[in-house]
C-alpha cells in the first residue's frame, strides 16, 4: 500500500491507483465528466485537473498513478482556477436549452456548471451546430450540439457492449460522435449509452418529452426476464410506469442493464391489456365481475375433477412468473388431485428430472465470473440470451480469461474467443464427448469404453487444453442445451467433463425463476410441460404464458388446446390466439403492480414489491390463486400476503436459496447414430421471448425483431434447390410457414435456422425437430 495525502487527509492505496481512485477511498469529490469506474481512462474533459505538490502544472486526477508521499490538492485556487477554466470552455457551444432538455435535473454538466461556470460568458462568437443523426427507436441523437466529447459512449461499446457503433470523427471543433456510415445503434446493451451520457446528447427515445426527472417516483424493482435478475429503478408518474433505469449492484448487474430490461415497461401499457375477468358464452368472451368468474373457474375444474379424475387436469406456467405464483398454481393443481405441473414450456427432453440431486443453477456466483481462468459455454445463443451474463464473459475475455463456446450457430458473441466448435443440435453431445476424451488423455485419466473410438478434433483439444491448464475453471449450459432432445446427456457429460477437470459447472437458465420453479416445487409427478399437450388433457391452467409462442411445440400445444373442455388463462394480456381456445380469462397483474420473488440462477433471493396499482380490474396472481383455493376449498391457503407465501417456501432472511446441486446421476450413454434429415434450429429472438417484451413498441423496431426468416448456408440452399431471397414453405409435422429463404453461412450445413416465438412460425413443431423445406 502507498501513503499519500488528499486535502491534508492521509490515505492507504494499492499501487496502481490514480488520484481519482485515491480520491474515492478518501471520500472527496472530484469534478469529472469522462471518467468512470467501468471504462477505460480517456482523459480527455480534463475537468478533474488537480494540484499536485512539486507538478509544474494542474494534473488530470483519472490519469495521474499516485507515487508514495504524494500530496494532492483538489480545492486549491490552483485546482479550482483550472477546472473554471475547462468548465469555461465546455460551455462556450453548449446550447442554452436546459428548460427543455430531458437530462435537466440529472445533468451532471447542469450540476457542475453551478460549482465551476460563471454567470456570463466571454464567447462572442457564433456557436457550432452538430445536425442531429437517426440511430434506430431506441436512442435519440438529436441534440448532439449538446455533446462535450467526453467519448464515455464510444468506450462502452467497445469496451462493454463488444462492439465499437459509435466514434469521434473529424478533428478540433468539428469533432462529432457519430455511427459508421450512416448505421444504427443495435447493441442489446445500447441503452446504457442513455445513463453513461452527462449531458443531454444522448437520451431515450421512447421517454423523450413525456416527464421531468422531478416528477418521478423512484421504485426498486427487479427485472422479470432473463436469468440473472437485473436490479432496476422503476420510475413513476401518475400509476403509470415511465422509465427504468439500473440500479447498482455489484454482485448481480454492476451497474448496466439489456436493453429489453430498459423498454419492455413499454408493454406494460400496451392496448392488448386485460383488465376485467372474460368467460366464453355462446362461443364468445364476455366481460364478467371477478366473482362470477372465479365461482365459475372453481366449479368447473371440479366438475372435470369428479368426472374425469384429477389427472385430466394440467397446469403449465411461465417461468417468468413469480415464486408465489408457481408456488400457489401448484399447491392448487395438486389440490385438484393431478400431478400435471411444471414451469418449463420451452423443455422437450425430461429424463433428467429423476435423477439430479438438489436444485440446477449457474454453479457459482456471477461476482465468481471475473476470477475464472477458463470457460466453456454449451449450446447457447449466448448475446441474446443473456445479455448481462454475455458481458461477464466478456470482460473475462479481455483480462485473458480463456473462453470458449460449442454452439449451434456461428454467431458473433463479441467476446474473444479461445476456441469455438458450430455443429447441429444433434452433434452436441458428440463434440462434447471429444472434449472429453481430450481432457483425459492430457489427464492421463480412464475413460469408459465407449469413447474410445472418437478422435477429438483440433478445436476440441484446444477446449480441453484450456480447462485441464486453468486453476479455476467452469462449464456452462444455455438454452440450446436445455431445450434440446439431448438435455439430459449434455448434463452428465457437462458433470463428466467438470469432474476431469476440476472445473465448476451449471445452468445459464432461460428465464427470471428459472431457479425458482424448482424451489416453488412447480414441477410434474405425472405429465411434463410437453407431455400435457402430447396426451391432452380436458382443463389447463396457464399462467402467464402464450401457448403458441411459448411452447417446445406450439402446434401441438394449441391442437390440444383446441380440443380441452375448459382452459383457464391467469394472463395480463389479450391475444388473438387465445380468443379461440381460451374459455376463461383472469387478468393478471404483470411484475410492476404485484409483490413477489424471483430467485436468479445463482439462486439469490430477490423481493420486490409493485411499483403502480393493477390496472383495471387486474389483480395479483397469487391473490388470484389464493382465492381460487379457498373456492376449491382446500387446505393451506389462508394467505394474507407474498411474503406469508415466500416464507412459507423460504427461511426468511436468506440472501440465497438452499438445495442447490447440479450431480445428476446415471452415465452419459453416447449416440453415434448419424442424422442425415434437416435439422431446424430454433433461436427465441431477444425481443419475443415473452409476453411482455413482445408489447414494447420500441423493442420491436429494432433489427432483432424482424419477422423470421429460413436461414441456410449455401450446401443447404443448394440441396433443398433454392436461392436467398426466395420464397420458401417450412413444414413441421402438419403444420406449414411460408418464409424467405437467406442466405446464412453461420448456420450448419444440414440445417435450417426458423425463429421460435413469433407469430409468423407458431404453427411449426418441436424447435429442434425435424423440419423439410421447398420452394413456394
Known sequence: MLDIEIDGKAVQVPPGSTIMDAAELAGTYIPHFCYHKKLSIAANCRMCLVQVEKAPKPLPACATPVTAGMKVFTHSELAVDAQKGVMEFLLINHPLDCPICDQGGECQLQDLAVGYGSSGSRYQEAKRVVFHKEVGPLISMREM???IHCTRCVRFGQEIAGVMELGMANRNMHSEIQTFVGRTVDSELSGNMIDLCPVGALTSKPFRYSARTWELARRKSISPHDSLGANLVVQVKQNRVMRVLPRENEDVNECWISDKDRFSYEGLNSEERLTKPMIRVDGSLRQVEWNVALDYVSHALKDVANMQGGESIASLASPHSTL???YLLQKVTRGLGSGNVDFRPRRREFSADGSVAGIPWLGLRLSEIKELSAALVIGSFLRKDAPLFAQRLRQLAR??????????????????????????????????????????????????????????????????????????????????????????????????????????????GEAANSVGGYVAKALPTALNAYEMFAQPRKAYVLLGIEPELDCHNPQQA???LKQAALVVMLTPFISEAALEYADVLLPM????????TFVNT?????????????????????????????????????????EQVRDELLQSGDEFVSGLDNAIAGVPVLNNAVRTDLQRIADVPIHFADPLVRRAGALQQTRDSVAPTARMCATTLQQIGAADGEPVRVRQGAGDARLTAKL???????????????????????????ITVERA
Open 558 to 560: 394449441v391442437t390440444a
Open 602 to 642: 445463482e439462486g439469490r433471493v430477490q423481493s420486490f414489491n409493485g411499483v403502480v396499482r393493477p390496472l383495471g380490474d387486474s389483480r395479483p396472481g397469487w391473490k388470484i390463486l389464493r382465492v381460487l383455493g379457498n373456492l376449491l376449498a382446500l387446505p393451506g391457503f389462508e394467505y394474507e400476503s407474498s
Open 324 to 326: 408465489e405464483e408457481l
Open 589 to 596: 397483474a404483470p411484475f410492476s403492480e404485484t409483490s413477489g
Open 744 to 770: 446464412d453461412e453461420t448456420v450448419p450445413s444440414g440445417c435450417v435456422r426458423v425463429a421460435a416465438a413469433h407469430a409468423s412460425t407458431a404453427g411449426l413443431g418441436d424447435m429442434f425437430g425435424t
Open 399 to 508: 483480462n485473458s480469461g480463456k473462453v470458449s463456446m460449442i454452439s449451434v450457430t456461428a454467431d458473433d458473441p463479441l467476446i474473444n474467443l479461445h476456441a469455438r466448435a458450430t455443429v447441429a443440435p444433434s452433434e452436441l453431445t458428440t463434440v462434447l464427448a471429444e472434449v472429453i476424451k481430450a481432457a483425459g488423455k492430457l489427464k492421463n485419466m480412464p475413460l469408459p469404453a465407449e469413447f474410445e473410438p472418437i478422435d477429438p478434433s483440433v478445436t476440441s483439444r484446444a477446449i480441453a487444453e484450456s480447462l485441464v491448464a486453468g486453476e479455476k475453471n467452469a462449464i456452462f449450459l444455455g438454452n440450446v442445451a436445455e431445450q434440446s432432445d439431448s438435455a439430459a446427456q449434455l448434463h452428465r457429460l457437462a458433470q463428466q467433463l467438470a469432474n476431469l477437470t476440476g472445473a465448476r459447472f451449471g445452468f445459464i
Open 145 to 147: 450540439t449538446r455533446c
